[in-house]
């Protein structure tokens, strides 16, 4: 089996403004980093949360009638900490729709979406007496950090320790030994990091319900610690990560938790800056591989010191980061916590060319790595294996299509040929809106595929394949009459062609989705045929014995989908009976119950 | 099509935006920081202004963008107060004011390098301050002036591309950080001098902020972070921490009276001498001087020991920039005596950058230095001049040393063999031996080992490196010649130039384009000194006959004298 190779995201802190971009004229505020990179083809991202010129972003996502103290405003930790359950919804909603609305890439093919979250609340681990409110703020900031990652489906949120050093004003900080200072701000680390389990004011316990449920699913995102070069950082090492970890694992009422969701983040940069040797940082790396805690992994290059991030490439050679890659790629092959990226970090280099030359540089050089290793046949018995998928497969069918686009002989091709485009592109977008991917365009339907693991909880994946489903049918009636409005003005002795109608099939399952080679992000496997029967079974069965005039859209499920939709939900939907799919065998089917004939005889 | 836009200077790229996708580039008007209050931009602009005070030039302002800074990363990240403020500096490009009428910098005149700000704090300071308050960083090329032919000036290509900058000659200028009761200016001369040499030498630089958590380790326990911050470091000790933690080395000099110096001419002479071949060698340096002395104040002030970073000289001096040498009236000015310069070149952290202190008034200034706390017991009240230069990393031996350990050898050598003095004469058409060794003129070079083989090695017979190899082997190591060259790295090397060269061409003959020295003696840095009964000795190795190896083909192989040995 050919070995898979990790994605290439990118970490949007590439753009800092210098101001909030509402401030330069009459138009919202943007998050420009995320805009421009899905304009410009980017799939994957790490979301920045959040800088400074962000903050008036994310107030415009919360409801409006939500004032936020003065230093919210200012500052991000204060801003991330004060917000709710409900804001943390809001805006996963309006950055889901973010990446929906600006993506400039093929709709058919994985959706664009995010892979991490990256934070930067460094004073999670000052001890009381240098600033007992910043810790608590950035421990509440942590907290929604991981409950907006879980709202966008992703997994991994890194996080930094600090600084290894007393403020710099000096006064309060009688420490001599820096020894002493450093064990005891791990402490303080350690602690901070089992307190965004706790509840800790009355006003969090729809919080903490929230976090309850992810951890009873097994879907908390996982908490991953950054490694920081230089005497200043707290973790400033691969082996003083795994001294902490050990440590924080082991003490304190919540370690368990920290034992099943605290995982490391390689900076690769920083790594090799880390210690005099880059071979011990490397070998540090290998155990943490070994004991299955790397979550993520960051790339960039940089000169020696702890300076900017630029390209890989521009300072080290393919060589020296190739042993870092081959671990990315061992990782993604074996292991059941990487994220299964590579994030390229280009801090502020405000300029998407150059980060685009990252990702490519990133990507090639990640396959030059998968090559090496396969030659070398070096052992690597995959126990994980991201290829094989979990989720919702929606398959659409467009019916009438034909008739109301093609059917007059005087008609133009391109004309009409593209409002057909952007039907089936407004309907790829919803679907990407609800995080599902289109795997396939079939000339007048798509196959979606919505993973599993893009959802916590679980039965939102549920929940938003039906809506895309639903959602679908406004689009092809705004069109449906668009066009019927369109024909009756321009001839209107001939006759309108009858609305279009939809078809729907629902399942869940399991597929083969190959990573490499050439039918790359295709879906295969049994449950991909059950859901393109049910569809055929549909247009052969159920819509012929509905009259033309009803017929909006249909929507079938099978018993995999329905038993797992809310009660609210699955009522909708009546039980069919077994139906008998070619090659297949017999599969409970659900369907619409204004569809639902009478009984059969 | 415009000309503005149809220039080979690719810095231009900095003129503009930027915009993140590069397809609407905007040139903001000079004094637009968008950022700041407006109260604050004019505080900004001020600093600007002083920043490029010695440049005697107009200023525009190129692209201005959030960027990294590792200053204020460190900076910011050990400090509560600034949690509010943007992780990020300000980075504004500056190009020249343009020439008017001018087709080719219609737009700018050349690039003058970039600044990095400090984020907005809402609100300027009611009362200018005289530090910087929000220029943090700065790389910048030399002014204009400085390009003439006697200025010499250390500098560097590698720091600008640390940031994602287009590579450019430069050198780092640093303010100290804010926030603090007292930063030591040791500090930031040394953080500055380490971007200096970090292409040369493969330093890894460090911020100030990180000197500072250096030196706290260092003091293993004896104090807090703040005492480390305030009280400052004896160039001993921080020659230390550099070389434990930045992959650099350097040495410190003494010119005191305790050590053999007598009276305050003989002292500023040798200093002079020796800060001068330290530059010329490409060494920037730290040169402790009285602050109040330097940059005098309305009112007189207590002597107040501070770090001058020097790294750069104008060669050649006036009378009156300097206090000591100089000739008898009538007396032919000797050439190494000449070329010492009247002005050395530094970065001022009140003053700014490319700040030219005269030779006389900064040597005047070591002179009144006090100790610092950190200056160990024995030097602390004994007046002299100190500084600590940067090198490649294991030096153990300094330039001033290898200066005096040269003279004591060569002396008794020339005594007791001057058969080859006498034919280096003879080789310039002379007769006997300048017989007055205070004239000879002593060049010191900092040299790797391939450069000795290429510059004394004319032939690079591998009989000649095996000879050299053999001079530097260590008592019973047994490593191939090939490793111990290798391993040797860097070396000292003081040329021996004898008077008759320089009459060459006054005999009517045509004098070598480059000049050999009688004999070169070399040092590996990494040799550490022998103290014995008889002084401190160290393995020096004499090569000699090298304008005969250079002139005559009968002449195959190197001859050497290892003059002093290692036990």
């Known amino acids: 089996m050919p070995l898979i190779s990790p994605e290439v995201s990118l970490i949007s802190s590439w753009h800092v403004p210098l101001v909030e971009p509402a401030t330069h004229g009459p138009t919202p505020p943007s998050l420009a980093a995320l805009q421009i990179g899905l304009q410009n083809r980017i799939l994957f991202h790490d979301l920045y949360f959040l800088g400074h010129t962000d903050i008036q972003w994310y107030k415009g996502q919360c409801d409006p009638s939500r004032s936020f103290p003065d230093q919210a405003l200012k500052s991000p930790v204060a801003f991330a900490a004060d917000l709710t359950l409900d804001d943390l919804k809001r805006i996963a909603a309006a950055l889901n729709r973010l990446l929906a609305e600006n993506f400039g890439g093929t709709l058919v093919g994985p959706r664009p979406r995010f892979v991490a979250l990256a934070t930067y609340w460094p004073c ?194 393919f060589s020296q980061f190739c042993p870092w890659l081959e671990i990315a790629i061992e990782s993604v092959n074996t292991s059941r916590v990487f994220s299964g990226a590579v994030a390229v970090e280009l801090e502020a280099c405000n300029d998407v060319n150059e980060a685009i030359r990252a990702i490519a540089r990133t990507s090639r050089w990640i396959d030059a790595c998968r090559k090496r290793l396969e030659e070398k046949k070096k052992a690597i018995s995959p126990t994980a294996d991201p290829q094989v998928l979990n989720g919702v497969l929606l398959a659409i069918d467009i019916g009438n299509s034909t008739a109301t686009f093609f059917s007059r002989e005087n008609d133009s091709v391109v004309a009409r040929g593209s409002e057909l485009e952007q039907m089936v592109g407004k309907i790829c977008q919803e679907i990407l809106l609800r995080r599902g991917s289109v795997l396939s365009f079939t000339g007048d339907g798509v196959i979606a595929f919505f993973q599993e693991t893009h959802y916590a909880p679980k039965s939102e994946m549920f929940k938003f394949a039906l809506n895309a489903a639903q959602e679908i049918r406004a689009i092809v009636d705004q069109v449906t009459a668009a066009r019927r409005t369109q024909l009756e003005a321009v001839s209107p002795d001939q006759p309108v062609p009858r609305r279009i109608t939809l078809r729907a099939a629902l399942h869940q399952g399991r597929v083969y989705m190959p990573a490499t080679r050439h039918l790359r992000h295709q879906a295969i496997g049994r449950d991909v045929v059950i859901s393109t029967r049910l569809l055929d079974w549909i247009s052969k069965t159920i819509e012929p014995a509905v009259p033309e005039d009803d017929r909006g859209i249909i929507i079938a499920m099978t018993k995999s989908f329905h038993r797992n939709l809310p009660p609210d939900l699955a009522t909708i939907f009546v039980r069919w009976g077994e139906v008998e799919f070619r090659g297949i065998g017999k599969q409970e089917v659900w369907l619409d119950k204004a569809y639902v004939l009478p009984p059969r005889a | 099509m415009s000309s503005a836009y149809d220039h080979v200077d690719p810095y231009r790229a900095y ?180 971007h200096l040499v970090m292409g040369r030498f493969g330093a890894k630089p460090i911020s100030q902020r990180e000197f500072e958590v250096c030196l706290w380790h260092e003091a293993n326990g004896t104090k807090t972070i703040e005492e480390v911050a305030k009280e400052g470091v004896g160039l001993r000790t921080a020659l230390k921490v550099i070389e434990d933690n930045c992959r650099v080395g350097g040495f410190t000099a003494d010119f005191s009276e305790h050590l053999g110096f007598t009276g305050e001419v003989e002292i500023c002479r040798e200093a002079h001498r020796c ?196 001079a530097f082997r260590d008592v019973g190591a047994s490593m191939s010649s090939d490793m111990i060259l290798k391993q040797v790295g860097y070396c000292w090397a003081v040329e021996l130039y004898l008077p008759a060269y320089r009459q060459l061409s006054q005999f009517g003959q045509d004098p070598p384009s480059r000049p050999q020295p009688l004999l070169v003696l070399l040092w590996s840095i990494r040799d550490s000194f022998v103290v014995r009964p008889a002084g401190r000795l160290c393995r020096a190795i004499m090569l000699l006959d090298l304008v005969n190896l250079a002139t005559r083909p009968d002449y195959k192989s190197l001859t050497y004298r290892v003059v002093s040995s290692l036990p």
């Open chain 1, 124 to 317: 999670i681990s000052l001890p009381e007496a240098e600033g007992g409110e910043l810790r608590k703020q950035s421990i509440q900031a942590v907290r929604n950090s991981l409950l907006l990652a879980s709202f966008l489906g992703c997994r991994h949120v890194e996080v930094v320790a600090g600084s290894a050093v007393p403020e710099a004003d000096c006064r309060r900080a009688t420490e001599k030994k820096a020894g002493a200072y450093r064990s005891s701000r791990l402490a303080t680390l350690a602690e901070s990091l089992q307190e965004v389990f706790i509840n800790v004011n009355a006003e969090d316990r729809e919080k903490e319900q929230s976090l309850n449920t992810l951890l009873d699913q097994g879907t908390l995102p996982y908490l991953c610690l950054e490694i920081e070069p230089g005497k200043n950082y707290l973790i400033n090492s691969a082996r003083q990560f795994l001294e902490f970890y050990d440590g924080a694992i082991t003490g304190g009422r919540y370690g368990h938790i920290l034992d099943r969701y605290l995982l490391f983040n390689a900076d690769i940069a920083h790594l090799i800056l880390a210690g005099s040797d880059p071979e011990m940082e490397l070998e540090g790396l290998r155990t943490i591989c070994e004991r299955d805690l790397l979550g993520h992994m960051h790339l960039s290059d940089h000169t020696r010191s702890h300076a900017a991030d630029l390209t890989p490439g521009v300072y080290h050679f």
């Open chain 2, 15 to 194: 003129l503009y935006g930027p915009t993140p996708d590069d397809s609407a580039c905007d040139w903001l008007p000079n004094t637009v920081l968008p950022h700041y209050s407006s109260e604050e931009a004019g505080a900004v602009m001020a600093e600007l202004e002083r920043l490029f005070a010695a440049y005697q030039a107009g200023f525009i302002l190129g692209a201005r963008h959030s960027s990294p800074s590792p200053t204020w990363r460190d900076e910011s990240v050990s400090d509560v107060s600034k949690h509010e403020l943007s992780r990020f500096a300000t980075r504004v490009h500056v190009f020249e004011e343009p020439i008017v009428g001018s087709e080719h910098t219609q737009s700018a005149g050349r690039y003058l390098g970039f600044v990095c700000l400090r984020p907005p704090k809402e609100t300027a300071s009611k009362v200018p301050s005289p530090c910087f308050e929000y220029v943090i960083e700065a790389e910048l090329v030399r002014p204009r002036h400085m390009f003439r032919p006697r200025y010499h000036l250390v500098h560097t290509t590698t720091s600008a591309p640390r940031l994602g900058v287009l590579p450019f000659v430069s050198t780092a200028f640093m303010t100290p950080r804010t926030g603090v009761a007292a930063s030591t200016c040791v500090h930031l001369a040394i953080s500055q001098a380490l």
């Open chain 2, 275 to 470: 800060l001068t071949d330290t530059l010329a060698n490409g060494l920037p340096v730290i040169l402790m001087v009285d602050h109040n002395h330097l940059i005098p104040g309305p009112a007189k002030r207590p002597p107040e020991p501070h770090a001058a970073f020097i790294f750069g000289m104008r060669l050649l001096h006036s009378g009156h920039e300097i206090s000591h040498g100089g000739c008898e009236p009538g007396e032919l000015m000797r050439e190494d005596e000449a070329e010492l310069p009247g002005t050395f070149i530094g970065h001022d952290s009140i003053r700014g950058p490319y700040v030219e202190w005269s030779a006389k008034h900064i040597l005047a200034s070591a002179m009144v230095c006090p100790p610092l706390p950190g200056d160990p017991e024995d030097v602390k009240q004994i007046k002299g001049i100190r500084f600590l230069a940067l090198g490649p990393h294991g030096m153990k031996i300094g330039l001033p040393e290898v200066r005096q350990l040269a003279v004591k050898l060569v002396l008794p050598h020339w005594r007791a063999d001057p058969t080859i003095y006498e034919e280096y004469h003879r080789n310039f058409g002379h007769r006997g031996t300048d017989a007055n060794p205070t004239r000879w003129r002593f060049v010191t070079r900092l040299l790797a080992m391939h450069e000795v083989l290429k510059k004394y090695l004319h032939d690079n017979a591998p009989s000649s490196r095996a000879a050299l190899a053999e």
